[in-house]
């Protein structure tokens, strides 16, 4: 593995930020200390420092030489509502919000990088180091973007790293193409007419509507679509009722949808809306739909995914590059940025969570989990890759 050696060096102090951060966590939009320390960092490295984008994001803009060239590398800044349940020193000390997807280590890795390319700038064109709020439901991509991000800083390419649980520390996985799902969710009110549970007849029973509805939506996936055509809907809400001796009024059926083709998303909202209305007319109810696509999904573009796997490769070898990582239903914000710039979205692996102090909870560490920390051991090995990044991306 051929690590920067200067970053190898800073790694005391880039897992001292990096606990620091995991101390602190803070959820969507409220990352305001967060964006401080990030400030300050890019700073006191003589880095051009832009703040307010996205609310809370924080952008440092690097350059060297004179070609007018940019490369946008983004780490993600906010933490999750989960209380954490480890007991190491450095957990979370704000009750009910922890850091449990690893976007402490996130920004440490790049502050890494930034701190070592303002120190040997051996690149030619101007590096944007885009620090983001909100990855956790908040689209904090888009909203970075609606402040401008592209038009004041076009990027010729954007990357982004994300720590993967359950793949070894020193390999990275990579495909080019879809790697995460849309997120969409949906509502589904049925509305129909209460009654005595004695006399159901006198009334239009919404829960029996709701489990007909539940039961047809589930023949969307295994019918209406194509069977090579990835995609989940999993009802996670069903509530209806306050009592046992009286039919309700209303029923509600939730969950969410993903997909890798918009095309498919488009499939499944409309075949749910008809599913849901035309099985509530039928017994006399109504069905109103609501599905809301909040993240489309993370589709890598070919060329830029081959370059920055082959930069992975040079730096770890070509056993440790999946460069057909098997790609996952969560959903991930990046995917706002890779429609507006071409780009990839890549994995660095965090181990087995065998790198846990003592104290940490019970359970394994996995994203969004109680018990997850990220393994410190990425950090030389993340920020490197960046560095190795931006100075084949923008070599002289």
Not at 67 to 80: E, F, H, T, V, Y
Not at 101 to 110: K, N, Q, V
């Amino acid at each position: 593995m051929k690590l920067v050696d200067s970053i190898l060096a800073q790694q005391p102090q880039l897992q001292e930020i990096r606990r620091d951060l995991h101390a602190h966590p803070e959820l969507r939009y409220e990352e305001t200390r967060t964006s401080e320390v990030v400030a300050r960092e890019l700073a006191a490295c003589g880095i051009e420092v832009h703040r307010g984008l996205g609310g809370t994001g924080v952008v440092g803009v690097l350059r060297a030489g004179s070609s007018p060239r940019l490369l946008g590398l983004r780490a993600d800044m906010d933490a999750l509502p989960i209380a954490e349940v480890n007991e190491f020193a450095h957990r979370s000390r704000h009750a009910g919000k922890m850091h449990a997807c690893g976007h402490d280590g996130h920004t440490a890795m790049l502050l890494g990088a930034a701190r070592h390319l303002v120190a040997t700038r051996q690149f030619d064109g101007g590096v944007v180091f885009i620090f983001q709020p909100a990855e956790e439901g908040g689209a904090g991509a888009q909203k970075m973007i609606d402040d401008g991000l592209f038009e004041r800083w076009p990027c010729a390419a954007v990357y982004a790293m994300h720590n993967w649980p359950g793949l070894k520390v020193g390999q990275f996985g990579f495909n080019p193409g879809p790697l995460m799902a849309s997120g969409n969710l949906f509502e589904i009110r049925i509305k129909g007419k209460g009654a005595h549970a004695a006399l159901p007849h006198l009334g239009v029973d919404p829960v029996m509507v709701a489990v007909q509805v539940a039961q047809g939506l589930q023949t969307i996936v295994t019918r209406a679509k194509k069977p090579i055509d990835a995609a989940v809907l999993s009802i996670t809400v069903l509530r209806a009722g306050d009592t046992h001796n009286v039919v309700p009024d209303e029923a509600l059926l939730g969950g969410t949808v993903r997909t890798f083709d918009e095309r498919v998303t488009d499939l499944i909202e409309s075949r749910m809306r008809e599913v849901a209305t035309l099985t509530a007319a039928a017994h006399g109810a109504q069905a109103e739909v609501s599905f809301n696509r909040y993240y489309p999904p993370t589709v890598n573009h070919p060329a830029e995914t081959t370059f920055v796997a082959d930069v992975a490769a040079a730096m770890v070898g070509e056993a440790n590059v999946v460069r057909q990582h098997e790609p996952a239903m969560t959903a991930e914000d990046f995917s706002f940025m890779l429609k507006a710039r071409p780009g990839s979205y890549f994995v660095i692996g965090n181990g087995d969570g065998a790198h846990r102090e003592m104290g940490h909870g019970i359970g394994p560490c996995m994203l969004h989990n109680p018990s997850y920390d990220f393994n410190d051991e990425l950090l030389p090995i993340g920020a490197s890759l960046w560095v190795n990044l931006v100075e084949r991306f923008l070599a002289r």
